[in-house]
């Protein structure tokens, strides 16, 4: 059985795809380790293979006020990326870069079991959720799989392009923890 120590020493010395050649650090998800909450998104950003950690730049910035816009913190969630590794110029991760890193994911997930998934974009819900998940139509509803249930927000990337997109985001993030008090009620 894995621990997290050994998902995290694999993800460092990984290099089962062309990105291991190209990357400064791989990134590690972080949070709680208890956490019912786990946000996925698609790769780290230039800011984070830098630092080896997920979501510390403007998108971090961001995402810490989505959270506290509904009175969460890092500390009691969890998040992480498919991609342990930065896809040079920020592009889209390839197929094959996804199919090298899911099983570090899929690690992440059994030990965490979290009660809720957040996907963060397009990229993360169309692997997790569904391949045709359309972010604009789909964001805030929510997918049942053998009892975890799953939901897709914008990025925060795709925010800082487009502001609008801000409050319908602080909202899906509302009725996120609205889930997870409610799941949290159910299981008393």
């Known amino acids: 059985m894995y621990t997290w120590k050994d998902i995290e020493q694999y993800i460092a010395s990984c290099a089962r795809c062309p990105l291991s050649q190209t990357r400064r650090l791989p990134v590690m998800g972080r949070g709680s380790h208890s956490a019912d909450i786990m946000l996925i998104a698609e790769a780290p950003g230039g800011q984070e293979d830098l630092e080896g950690l997920p979501f510390v730049g403007r998108s971090g910035k961001l995402l810490d006020e989505l959270l506290k816009s509904c009175s969460l913190t890092r500390d009691e969630i969890y998040i992480t990326n498919i991609l342990k590794c930065h896809p040079p110029g920020n592009r889209d991760p390839k197929e094959a870069e996804k199919e090298a890193c899911i099983s570090y994911l899929k690690y992440e997930t059994f030990l965490l079991k979290p009660k809720i998934i957040v996907c963060l974009g397009r990229v993360a819900a169309q692997r997790i959720i569904a391949p045709d998940y359309k972010i604009t139509r789909q964001h805030g509803t929510w997918t049942n799989r053998k009892g ?38 159910a299981h008393l």
């Open 148 to 185: 975890c249930f799953m939901t897709a927000v914008y990025h925060p990337s795709a925010i800082l392009r487009d502001p609008s997109k801000l409050d319908v985001t602080k909202a899906d993030f509302r009725e996120i923890v609205k889930k997870r008090d409610e799941l949290r009620t």
